[in-house]
């Protein structure tokens, strides 16, 4: 209780305001999001920026251990799954997921925030941890700052 969470969303927020006044374009706002994630340090290891496209997720940037999953469809995969049901995932050990998607061995965690502009979803940011269940409710609402931010700046 009252620690403060490892990622600071609101500083995340006013660099990537900073970004889109400066009219960077989409690429590299999505790829700021992702090295400033990643730049919390553990247990932020690897950050993937899936946009989704139709009924496929595209990787459209990340920063940390490279994945095979550059398109993952809807439903398939704890990413798939976030868009098929419109819930954010918090999969404390990876390994007790029947339909996980494995991009390393190394990694046992993922969090998937949705980047949602009012009922649409517009992607999500993916972050994998090599630690168990790391993702508690603080550093959840820091992550949904920056996806927030996103749906408004994309
Ligand atoms: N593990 C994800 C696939 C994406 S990688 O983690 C980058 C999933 O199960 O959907």
Redesign the pocket.
């Known amino acids: 209780m009252g620690d403060i969470p490892v990622l600071q969303g609101d500083k995340i927020v006013s660099a990537l305001r900073g970004a889109f006044t400066r009219d960077v374009g989409r690429p590299a706002l999505l790829a700021m999001a992702a090295e400033r994630i990643h730049s919390a340090g553990p247990p932020y290891h690897?950050v993937?920026l899936?946009m989704l496209h139709g009924q496929e997720l595209i990787?459209e940037a990340?920063v940390g251990r490279p994945?095979d999953?550059t398109r993952?469809p809807v439903g398939?995969?704890?990413?798939?799954?976030a868009v098929a049901t419109g819930q954010d995932q918090n999969i404390g050990d990876?390994r007790t997921?029947g339909?996980?998607?494995?991009?390393n061995l190394e990694?046992r965690s993922?969090l998937?925030v949705l980047i949602r502009r009012g009922s649409m979803i517009l992607g999500q940011i993916?972050i994998?941890s090599d630690v168990p269940n790391p993702f508690t409710a603080d550093e959840e609402r820091e992550v949904k700052k920056v996806a927030d931010a996103l749906a408004v700046l994309l």
């Open positions: 690897s993937y899936y990787l990340f994945t999953h993952i398939s995969g704890v990413c798939g799954t990876v997921i339909n996980y998607l494995a991009c990694t993922e998937v993916d994998d």
